[in-house]
């Protein structure tokens, strides 16, 4: 769906052969505007960053600072953020700073690999 609204989607998926099946589905599609990386998506993709949007679909239980940073000026971040009860956030980076607002109550999967063993104090 987003390889139809915007010039060019990055999607990363930490489970290898749900990244590849993704990947070739995809290309097979002729999206050429869609790039798949398998790996952890804590750390974002700093290489293609700044970003204008970046929605992250499983729920660490803080908002990983490394994704914040790769926000362009007016970009968003819209991700679920908690343990047991999570809430929807979005994070507005503005000519001011950030703004943050709680959207609503969620359910959506934990987020694994770096977001399990880094504390917020530690990003």
Not at 53 to 76: K, Y
Request: aromatic share 6%.
């Amino acid at each position: 769906m987003l390889a139809e609204l915007v010039r060019e989607v990055y999607s990363i998926e930490i489970v290898e052969p749900l990244a590849k099946e993704a990947e070739t589905r995809l290309q097979r599609l002729g999206y050429v505007n869609v790039h798949v990386r398998c790996g952890d998506g804590y750390r974002g993709w700093p290489e293609a960053a700044p970003f204008d949007a970046i929605i992250v679909t499983a729920a660490p239980d803080h908002v990983p600072a490394p994704l914040v940073e790769q926000l362009a000026l007016n970009g968003r971040l819209i991700l679920p953020v908690g343990r047991f009860n999570q809430n929807l956030i979005r994070i507005r980076r503005t000519s001011t700073g950030l703004k943050k607002e709680t959207l609503l109550p969620v359910r959506f999967v934990p987020m694994t690999g770096e977001s399990e063993r880094v504390s917020p104090s530690q990003n």
